[in-house]
């Protein structure tokens, strides 16, 4: 028995930023520009206070471009493609099953077997459902209708070994076929 799990439900602009502002620092250019941009925001008006006006400059700027602009870049960013793009005005439905992955958008049935998904994600607010290194569906948490569909969403992911990565799995496979 193929048992199914559905999700649906509007996406909004919080969900889309949280996933932008989560797959930029989740690495580490991303977390050490989000560091540098802290330490700007605090050294420099010590650095002022010091009369070091070429340091404190400097990272006046720093901590103004890593820790200000970039996560306002990111949400003006997420406004725009949230009004350009289409799919954002229509709910989606996501239906996980043990063997596959269908997306319902307004636009038409997607059908992807959970081996050929790139990365699933399970955060606290949002599932980030990963069909290329940097392409990805956001899930809020909210659309399904209970805790037990998400525990059962996270043992087909379990069940299926969607942490490793695309490329080892493919290996894996490849290699039990020359058995």
Partial sequence: MVREVKATGMIDTKDVMSFM??????????????????????????????????????????GLVYGIVTPIGFYSRTRRYMRTNPVFKHPMTFVFTSDD???????????IPWQELYQVKVLKKHMLVYVEKNNAFVLPVANFSDEEDVVLVKDFIKRNKLEIPKMHRLEVEIHDENL
């Fill in 21 to 62: 502002i989560y797959h930029n620092y989740s690495t580490i250019g991303g977390l050490l520009s989000g560091i540098c941009g802290v330490i700007g925001i605090i050294i420099s008006p010590v650095m002022f206070m010091m009369n070091d006006l070429i340091s404190g400059f400097i990272l006046a700027g720093m």
């Fill in 101 to 111: 992955l269908k997306i319902d958008l307004y636009t038409g049935i997607s059908e």
